[in-house]
């Protein structure tokens, strides 16, 4: 108990900048859930188009203009050459359409009317352009095999109003997933250089060159002094992370209550381990106070950064993602990543899960081995 | 009395250095062995090898009559060490410190509370045993030390320097408080550079140079391998050549400088060499302010045998 109590009381000692730390974390990463958009919801969009009817509005010439009307937002502008490359240049319209004099007439009679446009290149000109050439191929199919306008006109309705029927078949709440998925990457950041930070402060305390002479020389048994030393900081770990997964809860709510939350909560727990042990190991070869911010930098914010925990993983370089193999962080954000694309589990979903987990549980062992081969090397004095 | 420490042939090497070289001596129980010697001599070699904090290289080590290991805890029970740096924890009061310090060696935690509260007593630290270490001044932070090493009653202390750069009150102190260990029965192991404190506490002492020891024995016996009987020091007189001269020829002189009108005389073997002096000044009508009489220290002894101050 000596051990711990006195653990405890290193760890009173240091509160102001482990709340000032944990506020911080919580603030940013409470701020990024809130205002993060990650919606994958799509509405569709319409392009803006000025049609200049050099035609008589009458028979498919009306009907190609009803058409575009109905699926487009359509602009008004003074027909001058001047006006309207000005409206396409400011991008106050996306497309321009001129139908030709006599376009009725001409397609009537199997002379292909040349439709002229102008487009300002952008996606939402692509899109007028898809819509134009859409009714001009059905149009134009129909006109070769019927001799009859009103015949046409009715068959190109019929043909444009059928839709096709897309159902999404997936019960992914993909928005909530995304959320639980970005707030568990962000606690990478918050776990590491939480434990790291107060690990370290209280190691370079209990760890101090004449302290630990001192503790050598007792007659406390040196291993059992490091295993309670050992397990005052897993508490403190724990406390930390169970600290996380309940902000999890307040902040993502049902989804946590799913197979999906427990999973995130389980490779979080398996990664909190992993961070225990590896600010246990620095914990014993730092024993300047004054660098232990510079190391929590370096570790925490540096591994977050390049697995992933800030910038999503798909938009980071391949050479980046192949060093971040050798960080713990990569295999507990992959883990995330992998979880908001699963939809049911299943022994072949979720082994890549459990393999992850498992170069983790790896990561963790080397730590521990290290520290025990660091420590056994300093408990003599050469 | 039996032998607390054996220490046979111990020799401790790093790569082409000897820093302890075949050392043997033994300390009995109850009795304050004073180890001496300058910076790099092997003083804290020797203790880190008797503490099991270093390997080394021949030899063999016996506290209690049993062989000293690292883990050899049930030996660790009875030993308190007083480090020259402070060794405390910045975040506990002057009380938790030594709390923590006890609670290595004594898990009952009434007798830990009795215990803590006597070494506060011991130290005089009584009315600081709330405040922190940052707020001690240098000498109250080593009487803290000192608590944290002895507060467990140890049967056996080493205490390496533990009055470097103290105030004359915390120096009195600490003395008066390791005096008392002394009586309640403890054995220690006491180093420093002091001679004043060696000749105050130690029973015997050792003193060593490259890893050897060069002398030891009770202060008398160490201080009679000296070939100096007596030094004399004559303040503010203007002394010609020729009396200088006059004096080195008397009998037992050994040296005489003469140095910003002071006269220093070192004898050799002898009784009256003072008498003798004083008659001559008489009779040659020379003025004086003062005379001091100064018996041969360890530091003189010391010098003798290796040519440097213990200091340096």
Redesign the interface.
Known sequence: ??VFR?FL??LN??KTPIIMYTVFLIFFGGFNIQTSDNSTNFTASKPDILIINKDCEKGITKNLIHYIEKNSNIIDIENKEEKINDALFYRDVNYIIYIPDHFREDFLNHKNPKIEVKSTGDYQASLAEMMLERYMKIANTYNKNLSSEKKIIKNIDDTLSKQAKVEITSKLDTDHLEKATFYYNFTNYCLLAGCIYVICLILS?FK????Q??????????KE?NRKLLLSNSLFSIVLWLFYVLLSFILLGNIMFTLHGLIYIINSFVFTLCALTLAFLLGNLVSNKNAINGIVNVIALGSSFLCGAFVPMEYLPNSVLTIAHILPSYWFIKTNELLKTIESFNLETIKPIILNMAVIVIFTIIFVVITNIISSKK???? | MKNVIEVKNLTKEYKELKAVDNLSFAVQEGEILGLLGPNGSGKSTTI?CI?????FSEGSIKIFGKEMK??A??I??D?G?V?Q????????SVY?NI???C???IKDKRVRKKYVEEAIQLVGLEEFKNFFPKKLSGGLLRRLNIA??IAHKPKLIFLDEPTVAVDPQSRNNILDGIKMLRDRGATIIYTTHYMEEVEILCDRVIILDKGKIIASGTNAEVKALASIEEKVSVEAIDLDKKYIDEIKKFKNVDEVIYNNNILFIRYKKGKNNLDTLLDYLKEEHIKYNKIYSERPTLNDVFLELTGKELRD
């Open positions: 108990m000596t006195t009381k290193v000692k240091c305390s101090n060159e004449h302290i002479k001192r503790t050598i020389i007792s007659s406390m048994n040196y002094y408990r003599k004095i050469n | 880190n503490l099991s904090l270093l390997n690292p883990d805890y049930d660790k029970k030993i060490v480090f740096d402070v060794a405390v924890f910045e975040e506990l938790d709390d923590y310090f609670g290595l060696y944290c090493g």
